[in-house]
């Protein structure tokens, strides 16, 4: 997923994820849709962002080797 893909479908990223993260996983996306971060999508197991800023950070967040450091202090 590029930075600029406002959507995904759950199966593509449960791929990479055990049975245990999978369940996990499900109950963070309707953690996320509680908190209109996410809405469904179009099609069955889509997802689409509300928030644009989000999806770039969590593009950010997950790019090997690269660590993204809090300079809030």
Known sequence: MSPNEMTF?????????TDNEKKK???FLQKMKKL???R???VR???IFNIRMVR???WLQNRPG?????DSE
């Open 25 to 27: 996983f499900h109950n």
């Open 40 to 42: 469904s999508g179009d």
């Open 9 to 17: 479908r759950k199966q593509d990223v449960e791929r990479g994820l």
């Open 45 to 47: 197991g889509g997802y």
């Open 66 to 70: 690269q660590i993204i450091v809090d």
């Open 56 to 58: 770039l950070y969590i």
């Open 36 to 38: 209109k971060v996410l």
